[in-house]
């Protein structure tokens, strides 16, 4: 099995900024694709930002030019730095990781039990 496990988050004032980072764990091959989506109170859950194995990042528009997000690959980990972070930013992100857990097997995405960002003064 594999784990996510997001911590940080919290309250943070608009126009600040926070992090959040995820490890992942368990048995696995690699993993494929890692990044942050988020679920905003009566919202669909949407794509913030998705890092290929190439590097390769996927950013939302709403995102763009404000949050970065970053991979490290030989501890299984991805981070999320938040800026110029506004009220519409509030949701609760979740860890993503596509995963090969063998050779044989198709890739499996794993989310995280996702961590609350609230942008208030």
């Known amino acids: 099995q594999v784990q996510l496990v997001e911590s940080g988050g919290g309250l943070v004032q608009p126009g600040g900024s926070l992090s959040v980072s995820c490890a992942a764990s368990?048995?696995?091959?690699?993993?494929?694709?890692m990044g942050w989506y988020r679920q905003a109170p009566g919202k669909q859950r949407e794509l913030v930002a998705v890092?290929?194995?190439?590097?390769?990042?996927n950013y939302a528009d709403s995102v763009k030019g404000r949050f970065t997000a970053s991979r490290d690959n030989a501890k299984n980990m991805v981070y999320l730095q938040m800026n110029s972070v506004k009220p519409d930013d509030t949701a609760v992100y979740y860890c993503?990781?596509?995963?090969?857990?063998?050779?044989?097997?198709?890739?499996?995405?794993?989310w995280g039990r996702g961590t609350q960002v609230t942008v208030s003064s």
């Open positions: 368990g048995s696995f091959l690699s993993i494929a694709a």
């Open positions: 890092i290929s194995s190439g590097g390769d990042t």
């Open positions: 993503y990781a596509r995963v090969r857990v063998r050779a044989t097997t198709a890739r499996v995405d794993y």
